[in-house]
């Protein structure tokens, strides 16, 4: 195959050593020559090898992510001024199999990045790394407190305490009722009886000290939430615009926003030819996989632990706003199989969290506020004969065997 790439570096990452796969042209014409060298992993250690290769003459050179120890690694790099510092999913360069080592994983890399086979990943840029730190931290933050609130609601059921069985949240306003604060709709003669009977139960001392333990966890977090979000706001507002613009799109809020900007970026256009590879790299693209003409189905892929959810998110708040969102996940409830069905929800709002990544990059790329098309959209999209024929067949499903007939207006 045609060599793009004259003077090419392949890194094989690992915690405590790095092995470093050179090629460059050799002494004669037409050959090639290939150094295998190893470093350590301490940072000086690292700007010393990418020092190395640009006096070796490399230009380009290709990783395989390797979680956090791929990033010291990819900065070091960035700090000189190669041509192209790639990383990739080690899923797309597998090793062959035998007689495996590290210096032939860093050649096998070589073989295929030379001849322009490889494809590299987002790699934010250090500001938007700040982001993307922070975000994910919060997230993980808000999930230990979602645990600590189940923990709370554990103790109370070892007492008998069916507090969670009446109120949607016994850490919020209405779990005050504790207390004797019972507020609202709670206020009602049957959901004070509900109370009542709730909060009979075998509370003890140790149940008190449990539940003061868990509460004292819970406000510690909700602390910790507020400084993140305190600390994330002056970098998100680096990129107003961009916030904005995807503030425009139903579900989105200051944490979606900051979640994608920490993931994405404000450009996602600049590292994704197209809205589905960016929909197949955050792994919420449809599965594909067909074998005789028969498409098997395929699940969505276990990437994007930290982008999806978000959309996710944002996609349950967005189909509760009246509009053209709202619309198509009702549609593909009803085709999934129906509003009864649990998998149906959640197969549709996976699919509602795509529509609204694909529309994000739409809005980022064109710097165009989202415009919504109507609840009646599907329907205006329509012709009146498809209309028609499909109100007909559906008719038919509810009276098997019935003749319909149409009579036009003006004949009656």
């Not at 792994?283 to 395929?298: I, Q, R, W």
């Not at 349950?316 to 009803?334: D, E, K, S």
Request: net charge positive; proline share 4%; charged share 25%.
């Amino acid at each position: 195959m045609r060599v793009l790439y004259d003077r090419v570096a392949a890194i094989d990452v690992h915690k405590d050593m790095v092995k470093v796969a050179i090629r460059v042209p050799g002494a004669k014409r037409g050959t090639r020559k290939t150094e295998v060298l190893e470093f350590r992993t301490f940072y000086g250690v690292l700007q010393a090898m990418a020092r190395e290769l640009r006096r070796r003459g490399v230009t380009h050179v290709v990783m395989e992510a390797s979680g956090v120890y791929t990033d010291p690694v990819y900065y070091a790099l960035r700090e000189l001024d190669f041509t192209e510092v790639m990383v990739i999913n080690p899923a797309h360069a597998k090793a062959l199999k035998g007689h495996k080592t590290d210096a032939k994983d860093a050649v096998r890399l070589l073989d295929l990045y030379e001849c322009g086979l490889l494809s590299g990943s987002y790699m934010p840029d250090p500001d938007l790394r700040e982001v993307r730190d922070l975000a994910r931290y919060r997230m993980k933050t808000v999930q230990a407190r979602t645990s600590e609130i189940q923990r709370l609601q554990k103790t109370l059921e070892t007492a008998g305490i069916k507090l969670s069985s009446v109120v949607s949240d016994v850490t919020g306003g209405s779990g005050a009722v504790m207390a004797g604060l019972a507020q609202t709709r709670l206020r009602t003669a049957g959901k004070m009886a509900d109370l009542s009977m709730a909060l009979t139960g075998r509370f003890t001392d140790h149940h008190a000290l449990m539940c003061r333990l868990h509460l004292d966890r819970i406000k510690i977090f909700d602390d910790a939430v507020k400084d993140l979000d305190n600390h994330i706001a002056p970098l998100v507002a680096r990129y107003a615009r961009e916030a904005e613009l995807l503030k425009t799109l139903p579900g989105f809020g200051d944490v979606i926003v900051a979640g994608w900007l920490g993931a994405i970026g404000p450009a996602p256009h600049q590292h994704f030819a197209t809205a589905s590879r960016l929909a197949s790299w955050a792994t919420l693209c449809p599965g594909n996989y067909m074998s005789a003409k028969k498409s098997k189905g395929g699940r969505t892929g276990d990437g994007g632990a930290y982008i999806k959810p978000l959309l996710i998110q944002a996609a349950w708040a967005a189909v509760r706003v009246p509009g053209r969102l709202q619309a198509r996940f009702r549609r593909l409830v009803r085709k999934f199989g129906g509003p009864r069905n649990k998998g149906a929800q959640k197969r549709a709002i996976t699919a509602i969290a795509h529509t609204l990544l694909k529309i994000a990059y739409s809005v980022l790329k064109t710097g165009t506020p989202y415009a919504d098309l109507g609840a009646d959209f599907y329907t205006r999209r329509e012709s009146p004969d498809a209309r028609r024929d499909y109100l007909m067949r559906q008719l038919q499903k509810l009276n098997p065997g019935c003749v319909i007939t149409i009579t036009p207006a003006e004949a009656a």
